[in-house]
């Protein structure tokens, strides 16, 4: 490793709170620092993760996954803690998808998700290397508070579940009191023989994003960025500073430096990407589920042929003479089955034909069938769609290749009023724990952000809504602020004659796009091998 430092604790636009910092923007960055490693460490969720981890492999950068969570501290006035968790492995990785989602399924308080320690285990923890949190930690709590006999207690309940792996982390970003903790927690870890690391406590990339970034603070917060009552929690000095920042920063204190690099060091955590995760659909025993589809897909093929009198109808794009025999209906359904199976998608096909004739079965109106998935035989015998292939001369292919592997994808349109019945029978027949609703993450769009910052500048509500009004709106093809302004004489004129304008402009275009907030995706669901905490950390909507 060639860099003197890795940053260890780095908020993205997925933190949805505190940070502007957007990924690719993050790993080109931190490439051309130079620096061979980058953690992300978002508020209590790992929502970017996928995104992050495969940019950086991209980039020939080591991605280190890890969260910053929530610990409750019932006895502590001041409220939760904080504790950074990296994964060190591939247990490591589980052991955080688990925690993350109890968290949020369990421990939300006040929406916050938080960790109970009865939940911190030698074995739930296995595989994860802790950093204290530094100031919002609780062993840092209690120094500032000069409790330091709660504090040498704390740190050895760390000590017992982590051993080496726990780190007391040093920050140098400005904030009231820094030094004094600082030089309580080394003499803490001189004492103690406990490791230190300096970390930056990043929330924007480069020292001119710090105003944007208290911007979208206040967004969140409901708060105007002027106001004297407003919580400062944030310094100038939270960008990603580059390893020489560092270096001369942490001069007396090399070691927490070189501890950075040790822990990019101990961690290696492969994922498993793009490789479907099917559930078992159950078939009585001495059968397969290829079996299975073989004898429902038939019997369904012969009810369908049966239906259409008094024979099947000549396709309209066939050549003139042919005819759609039963014959040349069972040779597609034998070349689909063939190639459903050779792929290892019989389970998909028995499942979602399980819960369409579940819904049918129960009044709940389903569509007949679009897109690709309509191209199916195999389908079509299954009623998951009602039109049939052949007639209409839709192909196969178009739906399933396997010289083109992915996952088959059926567009199914269930009544909306009634779709919630057909995911809690989902729930019920394959496992709560191995079904969820898909996340989905709203932006910041053009007006609302410029509705927003105009509300955080505290710029009159008229001239803000003005202003608003001549970004055009259209959900089909959202037009992007700095369009907006080129395209509209009107704005580039607000903009040259008033500096608070220009002030607004210049923020919102900074914040535009940003994460959000997440909510849940009107119908899409994951249905897994597992249970799904096993695999990605869940979320519940609080």
Request: charged share 25%.
């Amino acid at each position: 490793m060639s860099s003197s430092f890795v940053h260890l604790a780095v908020h993205t636009e997925y933190s949805l709170r505190d940070s502007v910092v957007r990924i690719p923007e993050l790993i080109d960055a931190v490439k051309a620092q130079g620096s061979p490693a980058i953690a992300i460490t978002d508020l209590y969720n790992l929502f970017g993760m996928l995104k992050f981890y495969r940019a950086a492999l991209k980039a020939g950068v080591q991605p280190l996954i890890g969260v910053d969570l929530g610990i409750r501290e019932p006895e502590d006035r001041q409220g939760s803690t904080r504790l950074r968790l990296i994964c060190q492995n591939l247990d490591g990785y589980r052991n955080l998808t688990r925690l993350i989602s109890r968290a949020w399924l369990e421990g939300q308080q006040r929406s916050d998700p938080l960790i109970a320690y009865a939940w911190l285990t030698p074995e739930s923890t296995s595989g994860l290397i802790a950093l204290s949190g530094a100031a919002h930690g609780n062993v840092a709590r209690l120094l500032a508070n000069g409790r330091d006999e709660l504090a040498d207690g704390a740190l050895s309940r760390w000590l017992d579940l982590f051993g080496d792996r726990y780190y007391l982390e040093l920050q140098r970003i400005g904030r009231p009191g820094e030094a004094g903790l600082n030089q309580a927690t080394l003499d803490l870890a001189i004492r103690r023989g406990v490791p230190v690391v300096a970390t930056n406590d990043v929330r924007f990339l480069k020292p001119d994003e710090h105003e944007a970034h208290e911007v979208r603070v206040s967004i969140h917060d409901r708060a105007q960025l002027g106001d004297p009552a407003r919580e400062r929690r944030y310094t100038a000095q939270q960008y990603l500073r580059s390893g020489a920042e560092m270096a001369a920063l942490f001069a007396d204190v090399p070691e927490a430096l070189e501890n950075s690099l040790q822990i990019a060091r101990r961690c290696a955590v492969v994922l498993s990407l793009g490789k479907p995760r099917l559930p078992d659909y159950p078939v009585a025993a001495g059968s397969t589920p290829n079996d299975f589809l073989r004898s429902e897909s038939e019997r369904g093929l012969e009810a369908r042929l049966q239906a259409l009198a008094p024979e099947p109808q000549p396709e309209p794009a066939a050549a003139a003479g042919s005819a759609l025999t039963p014959e040349r209906y069972r040779e597609r359904l034998a070349i689909e089955i063939g190639v459903i199976c050779q792929m290892g998608f019989s389970g998909y096909f028995l499942i979602v034909a399980d819960f369409i004739r579940w819904a049918k079965e129960n009044g709940v109106p389903v569509g007949p069938g679009r897109g690709s998935g309509a191209g199916s035989v195999v389908a079509w015998s299954l009623t998951i769609t009602d039109l049939d292939p052949l007639r209409f001369g839709l192909l196969f292919e178009r739906f399933l290749n396997p010289e083109r592997v992915s996952m088959p994808d059926f567009d199914i349109d269930f009544c909306q009023d009634r779709r919630g019945e057909v995911i809690s029978y989902v729930q019920e027949r394959y496992g709560r724990d191995q079904v969820a609703q898909i996340i989905t993450f709203g932006t910041l769009q053009a007006r609302g952000v410029l509705r927003d910052v105009g509300r955080v500048l505290q710029m009159p509500y008229g001239q803000v809504d003005k202003l608003t009004k001549l970004v055009p709106q259209n959900p089909a093809a959202p037009v992007t602020l700095a369009a907006a302004i080129a395209g509209e004489p009107k704005l580039q004129a607000f903009r040259d004659e008033d500096p608070v304008v220009a002030r607004a402009f210049d923020i919102a275009q900074r914040l535009e796009g940003l994460t959000r907030h997440a909510s849940t995706h009107a119908a899409g669901i994951v249905i897994g091998d597992r249970p799904l905490s096993e695999l990605v950390p869940l979320y519940r909507d609080p």
